[in-house]
């Protein structure tokens, strides 16, 4: 167990629709990852937030956006599905020095239908 | 900026033999490195890390990784490979400002034949 908690498993939805993706960090990481692992791209990098505030923005598309919360929580949302948005989205958290390993999620499993 | 570049996207190897899995990185500032291993239908688990000092890292799992840098490397190589092995790897970078960043490779997909 990573100690990083990924909610909902799995979740299965229409095109155009949107979704809220939820990510608990281990206790006292500050930094939270999302990344979106797909057949055709790999693992992606999409955003990170570093306590709350943006730190770096990877290919994440205009529709995607994310927050981090004051008890440090994450949200991705996702809006105007579309079938290519179907991936394996992980989180995952890592602490203040910058060599300090991420930890993963066990991801959540979007199928747009 | 930092790169990795995982060559061969699959590798088979009979059960019991030498696993070598080749990452190279490209990186402006002293990289961090890490081998991340991922089950099927699980999350990426830390194998290793390179920070600094001895450059012979030993990870879980009787995996461990050299990082050479004059040849911009840090293969991971396992004695004796096991079918508990079969598993998708990456190879990672952390390095540069404050970003933290973490930027993976392509990944490897290691297959073991009995």
């Known amino acids: 167990d990573s100690g990083v908690t990924q909610t909902p498993k799995h979740l299965i939805t229409a095109t155009g629709q949107r979704v809220t993706l939820r990510c608990s960090p281990r206790?006292?990481?500050?930094?939270v990852y999302w990344y979106q692992q797909s057949l055709d791209q790999g693992l992606q990098f999409l955003i990170q937030?570093?306590?709350?505030?943006?730190?770096a923005k990877g290919n994440i598309l205009e529709r995607f956006s994310a927050q981090q919360f004051p008890d440090l929580h994450s949200e991705l949302n996702l809006s105007s599905l579309e079938l290519g948005d179907s991936a394996l989205y992980f989180c995952?958290?890592?602490?203040?020095?910058?060599?300090?390993?991420?930890?993963f999620g066990q991801g959540t499993r979007l199928t747009v239908v | 900026a930092q790169s990795v570049t995982q060559l061969g996207s699959h590798v088979s190897v009979s059960e019991g033999a030498l696993v070598l899995l080749r990452c190279n990185y490209s990186?402006?500032?002293?990289?961090?490195l890490f081998w991340y291993v991922q089950y099927p239908n699980q999350g990426l688990q830390l194998l290793l890390k390179?920070?600094?000092?001895?450059?012979l890292v030993k990870g879980i799992n009787g995996f461990e990784a050299e990082f050479k840098k004059s040849e911009t490397s840090f293969h991971l190589t396992k004695p004796s490979a096991h079918m508990s092995d079969a598993a998708e790897y990456f190879c990672?970078?952390?390095?540069?400002?404050?970003?933290?960043?973490?930027?993976f490779g392509s990944g490897t997909r290691l297959s073991i034949r009995p």
């Open positions: 990672a970078v952390s390095a540069g400002s404050s970003a933290s960043k973490i930027i």
């Open positions: 390179y920070t600094t000092g001895a450059t």
């Open positions: 937030y570093y306590n709350g505030e943006e730190r």
């Open positions: 990186s402006s500032v002293p990289p961090y």
């Open positions: 995952a958290s890592s602490g203040k020095d910058r060599h300090t390993e991420a930890f």
């Open positions: 206790s006292g990481d500050l930094s």
